[in-house]
C-alpha cells in the first residue's frame, strides 16, 4: 500500500496543533490544559515518530473529535474563536451553538468516515502520482492535498458563517428558558386552570344544584318534613354551614382582570422611513444647521432603529429635501385617527365585542390633548354607550400605558363583570423639534408612530377565552429634582418647543427601576431568591454594626449587594424600547441574556420608540417569535417623565398558532 509523504503529516498535523493552541487561548477556564493537552501531546507524538498511515488517520479521529466537542462547550470568547467580526447577528450565535450541541453526539463518527475516505483517495491519487512524470506528479499531489483541505473548510462553513436570514432563525430557533421553581410553576398553571375550567365548572354545578332541586319538589320527594329531618342531622347541618360560608368568602375575592385580545398598529408602507430619508426630511425643514444634521445623524446611526420605522403623513412632501412640513390641530387629528381606528376595529373584530358591550374607556397620549377628546373622538366613531366610564390620559410619558392598565384593574375590580378598551398612543404631527439645541434635538430621530389597543375584563365567562391574565401591577414616581427634570417639554433659548432630555437620564431610570423592583421582587421571585437577598442583607447589617463596635478585623470587610435573578420567575421581558443604552442598562443591571432582551432590541429596529405602546409591540413580537407558552409569565417595564417607572405582570393563557413565525410586518396593507 502507498502511503503519503511524510510532508502531508506534517501539514495535517501541524494544522491540528494550530487549532489546538488557538482554542486553548481563546477558551478561558482553568480546565482547557487538562482538556486538551494530552490530544495535543497525541498528534505531536504522531508529528515526530512518523509512524506511519496508522498515526495520521489516529491523528485525524482526534482532531475530529476535539473540534466537536470545543463547538459544544460554552465558551466565554466564541467571537474571538468563531470569527473576527463584530456584527454577526444574535440569533446566528444561538441557533449555531444549539446545532452544534445537538449535533455533537452524531458528527464524530460521521467525521471519522470522510477522514478515512480522503485517505483511500490520497492513497489512490499517490499511486497514480508514482507512474507519472516529475512535474505531473508534482501537481497531482498538489491536488490530492487541496481536497481534504478544501472539505474541512466546507465542513467548518456552517460555524463561521456571517449571514442569516433572522426572520428565519426566528422562527425556528429553540428558546432558552431557565429553571423555574416548582412553586411559580404550580402557581402559573392554577392561573391556567382556573380561568379555562373553574367558570365552565361553577356553571355546571349551579345548574346541576337546581336541576336536583327541581327534580325533588317536582315529584314531592322534598317536602316539608323530611326537610326539618336533614336540618335536624348535625352532620348535614354543618356541611350547609361550610357551603354557605365558602360561597360568602368567593363572592368577597377581588375579581381577576384579564386581557382578552391586544392589537397594534401597523405603518403603512408609505408611513415608513429609512434612516437616510429621514435625515432628507429634516434637511427640507430648513432651519437645522450642518452641525445638527451631522449630530442627527449620529444619534440614527447609533439608535437601534431600523429602515423602515413610522413618521406621520405630514412628513410625506419632504422626502424630495425641499419641502418643509406643515403643521396643525387638524393633520394630527388625522394622524391619531389614522394608528388609533384601525386598531379600535381590530380588538373589537377579534373579541367579537359590540362597542355598546365596553363600560369604560381610557386613552393615554402625552403631547396632544385635543378639544374634544381623543376619547370624545372615539366615542364619536364607534357610538360608545351614553353612560360609558372615559378618561383621557396626558402627559405621563412612555410609561403611561403601565398607569392606563393599572387605572383599568382597579375600575374593573371595584364595578366586577364589566369591560375596558385602554388605548396607548403618542402623536409626532405637532411635536417635531425645530432649533438646533442638542438635548432637545434627539427626540426628533428617538420617537416613532405607533400605538396599540387592549380589551379588559373582569368578568368570569371571559377567562376562558382571554388571552393574558393581570398579576401585578407597580408604580413607582420619583419626584426629586434631577428625576423632575429629567425629560421636560420646554421652549430653548431661541423660543422653539421641544421636548428635553437630560445627560442623567439613565442614572435616574436606575434609580426608579430599583425602587419598582423592590415592590416587584417579593410577588414574583422564587422562594430561594428571595432567601437569598434576605441573607445578603443581614450580612450587610451584621457587618455595618460589627464596624460600629470598633471590631479591627471587620473595618475591611465589605459585602457586596446580591442582585436577584429575576429571570428564574419570569420568562418573557418586555423592556421599553427608550432607545439601545436603556435597553443595555437594564440588561446590565437585571442580569438578563441577550435572548431575554431581543424583544426589546427587535422592536426598536422595526418600530422605533412608540412610546407608551412600545410594551405591546414586543409582547407581539414574543407571541410570533418568542417560543411563548400558555403559563409562561411575561414583565412589561416603561419609563417616563416626571420620573416614573412602572411595571405589569401578566400570564398567558392562550397562544395564538397563527401568528408564530409569521413577522409582525407582514400583516401591513
Known sequence: MAQPSFGRKVEVTGELVTAVDRLTRAISMDFVDDLFLPQQQMVTRAFSENTGLQDLQRARRRKAEVDNLARAISIDGREDFLMDTTEEPLCHLRKTRIGMKQASAEEPSKSMEAEEAATKAEEVEATKAASLSPKKAVDAKGEAQARPAAGLEAKEAPATAVKIDRDGCDEHKEHFRESKSLRIQAINWAHVIAATYLGHTVRLWTMFAFALVACGLWS????????????????????LLAAVLVMAYMGQLTPSVYCLESSVFVPPKEWQFTRDEILTCMKAQQCFTESSIEFMRKILANSGTGESTAWPPIMFPCRDGETPSTTGVVPAREEAEAVIFPIVRDVLKRTGLQPKQIDFLIINCSLFSPTPSLCALVSHEFGLREDVRSYNLGGMGCSANGIAVDLAKQLLQNRPGSRALVISTENLTQNLYRGNEKAWLLQNTLFRCGGCALVMSSRASDASRAKYKLLHTFRTQISDEQA?????????????????LSKEIIKVAGRAMKRNFTQLGPHILPLREQAKVVANRCASTGVAFAKKAGLPYLKDLQVAGYMPKFARGIEHFCIHTGGRAVIEGVQQNLGLTDEQVAPSFRTLEDFGNTSSSSVWYEAEWIERHGGLRVGDRILQLAFGSGFKCNSAVWVTLRVDRKKQGVPLKATSS
Open 484 to 500: 423632575y427634570k429629567s425629560v421636560v417639554q420646554a421652549p430653548d433659548g431661541d423660543g422653539n418647543v421641544g421636548v428635553a
Open 220 to 239: 314531592g320527594a322534598w317536602q316539608l318534613p323530611y326537610l326539618a329531618v336533614l336540618v335536624s342531622n348535625q352532620v348535614l347541618a354543618q356541611l
